[in-house]
């Protein structure tokens, strides 16, 4: 079971990016499927959220990069991705994808109960 986040890299303010999230070893539209991230000397927070398809493929966005960042899956490719538009400054950090593989999850999940993390991917935002 692994999970691996990928498409960081360096960006202006304004810019666009699209982070993937793709799984080895089982598939992902089972399970909800979460975005983090961390900047450098602050904890881990949480970004976005989608449910499996099995419940009802909701999501959510965190206020702080709601309007901007779009959650969807491709269930064809086993892949989750993060369509992040309007970056910041303050956006610059690694971000994870993640999950508690429980079947049929649904979004919120509890932070504790994330159970398998992808290596990070970074994102720098230049001013």
């Known amino acids: 079971v692994q999970l691996q986040a990928s498409g960081g890299g360096l960006v202006e303010t304004g810019g666009s990016l699209r982070l993937s999230c793709a799984a080895s070893?089982?598939?992902?539209?089972?399970?909800?499927i979460g975005w983090f991230r961390q900047a450098p000397g602050k904890e881990r927070e949480g970004v976005s959220c989608?449910?499996?398809?099995?419940?009802?493929?909701?999501?959510y966005v965190a206020e702080s990069v709601r309007g901007r960042f779009i959650v969807s899956r491709d269930n064809a490719k086993n892949t989750v991705y993060l369509q992040m538009n309007s970056l910041k400054p303050e956006d610059t950090a690694v971000y994870y994808c993640?999950?508690?593989?429980?079947?049929?999850?649904?979004?919120?999940?509890?932070?504790?109960?994330?159970?398998?993390w992808g290596q990070g991917t970074l994102v720098t935002v230049s001013s």
């Open positions: 993640a999950t508690d593989k429980v079947p049929g999850g649904s979004c919120p999940v509890e932070y504790g109960r994330y159970r398998y």
């Open positions: 070893g089982f598939t992902l539209d089972y399970y909800a």
């Open positions: 989608i449910s499996s398809s099995d419940s009802d493929g909701s999501t």
